[in-house]
């Protein structure tokens, strides 16, 4: 008995798109229950010290310099001053803001006494902020400009320079 090719292919044909149409099904399927790129990672708030929250669409317009610290950091124990040169100098032309990085209340509070930054301070306290946007240094500095993070690293003795060139 003779088999021509077109007879061997005929069920593998409808075979192989019976699975390519099933495959296409459950991606779109997929694709509609999973909630977009764009509002991804927006579920976080930051509560203030002062009062008020932040959250992502705060950040979305304009231009937002984030100083990122923790009073347990050697390098954060003079953050206020330097944070207070960031707001004299770029203030007019940005938000300056101060997260602290996972500390409870008492322990920001603490180390607030006696002191009173031109910032505003934000609580951090899951570390869900920082971790978002990768910061791996203490302080860190996150710049951004519409949204988009034009900058992120390690806050320099003196940022003058690399914030002139990322606000541009």
Known sequence: MWISRATMRTPGRQAGWAISASMIAVLLV?????????????????????????????LDQG????????????RGKDIFARVDRIVDRWGGQARVILVNFQEDTAAVESFLRGKSPKAPIYLDRDGAFSKKYSVTHLPGLLIFKDGVTAFSGKLPSDPDSLIAQTLG
């Open 30 to 58: 997929s694709a509609l229950a999973a909630p977009r790129a764009s509002a991804q990672g927006r579920g976080y708030t930051l509560e203030g010290l002062s009062g008020g929250q932040i959250q992502q669409r705060d």
């Open 63 to 74: 231009a937002v310099i984030v100083v990122v610290w923790a009073s347990w950091s050697p």
